[in-house]
């Protein structure tokens, strides 16, 4: 039985056209990740500048951190990177620059989760989100609760209160 060349044209052309379409499709995605990236690096000088305008100083860029985290028993470290750590009126922030249609806002579960972890570990006074296209930078508070923290301090006053009365009652009959 012999294989039609048609066919055989056909199954290497369909071969072909599948390893072309890889490879084009990761050149494509080359394209773009390299176009993101210079997107980035414009839109993080162009940050640094808009933070100085609103009055920021910089005290460092690209700060590196290796952050200790414990999981169970075990020490886990992460490497984290922040834009920049900046200084105003005597407040240390970090700061990330962001670019394009969904990085620069809040409601994005990435930058949003970035800027409360790197708030945390880098333990400053708050975070910014630099908008770089838009020219903006956002302060970014989170509330966290300290409801054992407000607890302790309640009790503390409590018993200072009733120490200050034992004093006070103990001294007016001496």
Wanted: charged share 25%.
């Amino acid at each position: 039985m012999q294989i039609p060349w048609a066919l055989i044209l056909g199954f290497a052309g369909a071969v072909c056209l599948w390893i072309g379409s890889h490879l084009l499709g990761a050149h494509l995605r080359g394209l773009g990740a390299r176009k993101r990236g210079r997107r980035a690096i414009a839109a993080e000088a162009r940050g640094a500048d808009l933070l100085r305008r609103a009055g920021y100083r910089v005290v460092d860029h690209q700060v590196p951190l290796r952050w200790e985290i414990a999981l169970d028993r075990n020490r886990v470290g992460v490497d984290l990177r922040a834009d920049y750590v900046v200084r105003k009126r005597g407040r240390l922030y970090v700061a990330e620059v962001k670019s394009g249609r969904l990085a620069p806002r809040i409601d994005n579960a990435r930058t949003r989760r970035q800027l409360l972890e790197y708030a945390i570990a880098f333990g400053t006074d708050g975070a910014l989100l630099v908008d770089a296209e838009a020219g903006r930078v956002h302060r970014v508070v989170f509330p966290l609760r300290r409801a054992g923290l407000r607890g302790a301090w309640l009790a503390i006053a409590i018993v200072a209160g009733f120490l200050l009365a034992a004093v006070l009652v103990l001294g007016t009959r001496g």
